[in-house]
């Protein structure tokens, strides 16, 4: 490439003096990458790091005044039945979450990715609540969840004769959790229909041919060729989902605010409540790093998946 | 497996429909609900609106002061997206063309911030926000989201550079372009179709994110659509007709956005994270 370039202008000569070449082609200079930089530190990594520092602490978020109290605040947490009920929460939520919702979405991508005439219109009314805020999400199903017999879901269930079914979706505290899973996912099972849309695009269609001349069946082609290749849209689908899910907050904050008692609390709930409600910012950051370790716990292994899979691909 | 329209898919056409008309059932609840008066929702809860009334709109958007939350919402969004754009491509920029072990260090730097819980930092933050007299400002909100928004920003913008082809930039060099007026005229144009799911992506999160703006401006009269909507449905929560006729209003604008441009808002999403 350097045969090509015959007088070096200014700025090369610069960068060819000090020896700095990107891959083929002029480094840029380091300020673009400074502004970024600078505001991510001051947003993400000061407070972060501040952060984990103090759930090592007793600081009560007023002030500078705070002392080192060691593990205090995660042996405060192992006995704390509130945080325990929360932690097992959030991990039920992020399952459920992540098999129905997915679950859901792989079988409406499967559903619109045909001939079907209304495939482009239900894409998207499926889709739609994507881009809708979580809070009037939350709401809407709030009206719908009402307990009253002929108001939202229970009105619904009696006008087609399931009135026997009706219930107090929110306010019975073994349903309220399934309840709200049932909004994230009505919520968010389009994104993941999309994403599999994408991945089922990708399948190129003479497989199928080829499968159907030698006589394989719908479930067999299903098996055997469309769902390994969909396999980067699932690692995609279920990371979005699991991170999802173990940070959930709006939706209980605006559903049932953690109840009934702390039957919806879940990580974020509680180190919320500990931090604005109780001004305990050290046990509450104590909880957040649990938080954080969970989700980078996911995380790195999904991404190691991830790689794998298409290193291997 | 596109094939000919069959009796099978007849069937599979009458099940996705039905499928979408049971999705949709607490949208007409809501929807209705917002058109009747409060003796029709007593009487006929899920029957359509006879006769259909207006008033609980108007009564909605004053009473949570929309028109000023949509303003506010705007400003916010427009302001973060476009430092985002900015200050993320740059970087992106720099990041994928610049081959040393300082830059790729940098780079796992912000691929670290898209794993983060923003809740570790959250308090902290806070802090910081208020000792820097922004809490209530529409600055705090903009530097608050650029920051919390840009590791996915630089994420996208880094992948999508380094499949494009040096030679460009070498070029408007050689012509005496300056590093910024290359990135200006001739990188940034070629960016177009990840700076679009940039865009979408971080305008559909920051417009209806709710913790922050609740947190960061509660009571500041600069409220956003979610935090105004949030104070309206606890204060009229009975009055089912007005809460319905503010969630409608407030989910609108960013509907109707939605249904213009739904097919870069759906490849968006679907392409986003592929990088």
Known sequence: MTATVAPPPESVRRNAVRGKKGRGGIAPPWFFAVPALLVYA????????????????DWSGVGE?????????????????????????????????????????????????????????????????????????SFLWKYVYNPAPDAGL??????????????????NPSLA?????????????GYSMVIFLAGLEGVPPELHESAMVDGAGTVARFRHITWPLLAPAVTINVM??????????????????????????????????????????????????????????????QIGYLRSRETAA | MRMAYRPRTFVLELVMVA?????????????????????????????PPNPPSVDSFGTAWQSASLGSALLNSTLITVSSVLALIVLGSLAAYFLARRASRLSYSLYILFLVGIILPFQLGMIPLYQLVN????????????????????????????????????????????????????????IFPLLRPITGTVLILNAVHIWNDFFT????????????????????VNEYTSDYGLVAAGLVLAALPILVVFLVLQRYVIRGFSSGLKG
């Open chain 2, 213 to 232: 703006p609740l947190l960061y401006l509660g009571g500041s009269g600069r409220e956003t659509v979610p935090v105004r909507i949030f104070a309206f």
């Open chain 1, 240 to 301: 979005l989902s699991t991170v999802g899910g173990l940070t959930l907050f709006t939706q209980i904050i605006a559903m049932t605010n953690g109840g009934p008692g702390y039957a919806t609390d879940t990580l974020s709930t509680v180190l919320y409540k500990q931090a604005f409600v109780f001004g305990k910012f050290g046990y509450s950051t104590a909880v957040a790093l649990v938080l954080a370790v969970f989700v980078a716990a996911v995380s790195f292994i």
């Open chain 2, 19 to 47: 499928v979408a008309v049971a999705f949709l059932f607490p949208v007409y609840a809501l929807v209705t609900l917002a058109f009747k008066d409060p003796g029709q929702i007593a009487n006929a809860p899920l029957s």
């Open chain 1, 65 to 137: 005044q705070r002392s080192f109290v060691g593990l205090a605040n995660f042996k405060q947490l192992i006995h704390d039945d509130q945080a325990l009920g929360a932690l097992r929460n959030t991990l039920f939520l992020t399952v459920a979450i992540v098999v129905v919702q997915n679950g859901l979405g792989l079988l409406l991508a499967l559903g619109v990715h045909t001939t079907i005439k209304s495939r482009m219109l239900l894409r998207v009314i499926f889709f739609a609540p994507v881009v809708v805020s979580p809070v009037m999400v």
């Open chain 1, 154 to 171: 229970n009105a619904a269930l009696g006008a087609v004769g399931l009135g026997s079914l009706r219930q107090d979706w929110l306010g």
């Open chain 1, 42 to 57: 001051l947003v993400m990594l000061y407070p972060s790091i501040v952060g984990a520092g103090s759930a090592f602490t």
């Open chain 2, 131 to 186: 000792d820097l007299g922004l809490l209530g400002t529409y600055q705090g909100m903009i530097l608050f989201y650029t920051g919390i928004q840009l590791p996915f920003t630089v994420f996208l913008y880094t992948g999508f550079i380094r499949s494009l082809p040096a030679d460009y930039t070498h070029a408007a060099l050689i012509d005496g372009a300056s590093h910024l007026q290359a990135f200006r005229h001739v």
């Open chain 1, 177 to 189: 959790i399934w309840s709200v899973a049932f909004t994230v996912i009505w919520q968010c099972a």
